[in-house]
């Protein structure tokens, strides 16, 4: 699995994205919605609870992208919507064939070492320090997709964030308060909010349950290792006791201003007082 995610990730840097980018976004309607975010962001987490939101069942890894699939694969996807619209994920900065979206946001600080740590472990970036790797993930080097503060800068200037088309979701507002904020994101779907079945998804999908299903899947990798799981610990603010005052102000240098717009905080915004204290990770919650 790590050789061909490392061949794909070489690919994806040549001249065959753009071709292949356009082929996989064939054939979208106004109705569909696309679930988008940067990668290592919840969205996942986000389609599990979703697709069992909208089908009243279970998901698993092998099936969840026959009901909430990734562009390129949305001619399979359930028409879960009113007007028959399906939701499709995506990791592609706005794109203008996308006619609706909900953008998931998560703090880059904590997206980075999740990227880092997974791709580390498929070998992707096999001898890479994370001093190494931090500013070239905030340059764009690291992803075809481009550099985290790039991506978030296409959704909220785009089109769709005019007219009222686009749902900003924090993942950590996901999940302070997951039954409030997924109450937001249905009314935005134009889907009536059953607050059972909202709660039922919620208390399916913690991250023990996630993890036993990625450990049931027949089809998705599975690890020994707690570093190779897809399924992570999903804190909030786990960055505090793990990056360094230097690596805080090169994230600052790069990514501040689009974290602040986003509400998180930043050293300057902090009059310049470090921001990596222990113990401010926030544990999942059921």
């Known amino acids: 699995m790590s050789f061909l995610l490392r061949t794909g990730y070489r690919l994806s840097k040549t001249r065959l994205r753009p071709p292949l980018i356009w082929l996989r976004h064939r054939g979208l309607d106004p109705a569909d919605v696309m679930i988008a975010s940067y990668p290592r962001s919840g969205n996942t987490w986000f389609r599990f609870l979703l697709a069992e939101i909208m089908t009243g069942h279970t998901s698993g890894f ?13 001619h399979i996807a359930r028409p879960l919507l009113p007007g028959g619209g399906r939701l499709i994920k995506t990791h592609e900065p706005y794109r203008k064939e996308y006619a609706k979206a909900i953008y998931l946001v998560r703090d880059v600080r904590d997206a980075v070492l999740s990227y880092y740590d997974r791709g ?8 890479i320090t994370f001093d190494v790797f931090l500013p070239m993930f905030l340059q764009g080097e690291t992803n075809p997709i481009g550099s985290w503060q790039s991506h978030v800068h296409t959704w909220l200037e785009s089109p769709l964030a005019r007219s009222g088309q686009l749902l900003v979701v ?16 249905l009314a935005f779907l134009g889907v009536a909010a059953d607050e059972p079945r909202i709660r039922h998804a919620i208390a399916a999908n913690s991250v023990e349950r996630m993890r036993a299903k990625e450990d049931a899947s027949r089809t998705y990798p599975h690890s020994s290792q707690e570093s190779g799981r897809f399924v992570r610990g999903a804190l909030v603010g786990g960055w505090r006791s793990r990056l360094t005052d230097e690596q805080i102000e090169v994230v600052d240098r790069y990514a501040g201003p689009e974290l602040e717009r986003l509400g998180y905080s ?14 401010k990770e926030l544990a999942w919650r059921e």
């Open 62 to 74: 092998d099936d969840i992208n026959t009901t909430v699939p990734q562009v390129g694969q949305h």
């Open 120 to 127: 580390t472990y498929l070998g992707v970036f096999k001898g």
């Open 170 to 185: 924090r993942f950590e507002d996901m999940r302070r308060d997951t039954e409030a904020t997924l109450a937001r994101v």
């Open 266 to 279: 930043t050293l300057a915004a902090k009059g310049q007082q470090s921001l990596s204290l222990p113990g």
